[in-house]
């Protein structure tokens, strides 16, 4: 039952994920820890900083959490739940997409995209330095700091403000 | 996606530049992992059906083997109050690494006060309000498609 759960939840985050896995990062918070709590809130981010540190496309934090909820199966059926309904939707969109290339609708659609993923992806940054709701200026400290590192020092490797933050995670929380 | 960049046009040149920059504008524009669809496009393109299958596998296999190992050594290790410190620090690490992400996609909304308080909007919504999705996602992107069909964006 928790595999099915699984995948009906992710299957349908795969087909609102517009923007990528960050747009729905706040949403899979909300459905995991709060609606279903399978794991607790501090649990999500430390899952979400192991598939953040850990080479790889970002998606693969859902298979931790699926790992998490039921083992290795509950992880798979996670990925793929995630992946599958949007790689039907690419696949078939791509041909599309190439067809209307200079449609006056795909510009429109287009330039419609970026308030959406800037929002969305915004609230998930949020959503992950206040896992339990509370502001916490420490959380908030260490997200700001690596914000305007990678804001500022472009040529850096953000795998670097990721060791800053546990650094800074080791000497604060 | 900067690794991508490299290897695909750089070192390999699979795909010219504005190739590069075009998939992966669809890609961003398209639901589930960027790199995901990326791959399911690619392998499209050149191989059909068994190439976006490969590409993807290719692309899932080894990193999934790789944040399982890591995840479980994680589980292990999870008692240490030192290793969580660690581990939540760079959680929120990453959670700047969206807002960042954000501010960047957002420059072009500097100029675009309509577009701007609508990404706000949706920000406070989902980030402070902890709205689903269901009910955001179909509000601003009603909103977003009549403000670009009145050239506010």
């Known amino acids: 039952v928790t595999l099915l759960q699984l995948a009906l939840y992710f299957g349908i985050l795969s087909v609102i994920s517009v923007g990528g896995l960050p747009s729905v990062m706040g949403e899979v918070q909300r459905i995991v820890v709060e609606e279903r709590a399978w794991v607790s809130a501090s649990e999500f981010v430390q899952l979400y900083a192991v598939g953040q540190a850990s080479p790889g496309p970002n998606v693969l934090i859902v298979a931790l959490i699926g790992g998490k909820v039921a083992g290795l199966a509950g992880a798979l059926v996670s990925l793929f739940a995630m992946c599958g309904p949007a790689a039907a939707i690419s696949w078939w969109v791509s041909d599309l997409w190439d067809r209307f290339k200079l449609s006056p609708t795909r510009a429109l659609i287009q330039r419609a995209m970026t308030p959406m993923v800037v929002g969305l992806t915004g609230a998930g940054g949020m959503v992950l330095a206040t896992p339990d709701r509370l502001p916490d200026w420490r959380m908030w400290g260490i997200a700001a700091l690596s914000a305007a590192g990678m804001l500022l020092a472009k040529k850096l490797n953000p795998l670097w403000l990721l060791a800053g933050g546990g650094l800074l995670g080791a000497v604060l929380l | ?153």
């Open chain 2, 1 to 153: 996606m900067p690794w991508a960049h490299r290897v695909m046009v750089e070192e390999r040149q699979w795909l010219t530049p504005e190739d590069f920059t075009e998939t992966v504008g669809l890609c961003q524009f398209l639901p589930g992992p960027n790199i995901g669809n990326a791959s399911i496009v690619l392998g499209k393109r050149w191989f059909g059906l068994k190439g976006a299958v490969v590409a993807f596998l290719g692309l899932m296999a080894l990193p999934f083997v790789w944040v399982m190992a890591l995840g479980s050594v994680y589980m292990q290790f999870s008692d240490s109050a030192l290793l969580r410190a660690v581990v939540t620090g760079v959680g929120a690490a990453g959670a700047g690494l969206f807002i960042a992400t954000a501010i960047k996609l957002g420059k072009p909304l500097a100029r675009r006060p309509a577009g701007l308080a609508t990404a706000m909007g949706c920000l406070l919504a989902v980030g402070v309000g902890r709205i689903s999705l269901l009910y955001v996602l179909p509000v601003v992107a009603a909103v977003s498609l009549f403000l670009s069909y009145r050239k506010q964006l």
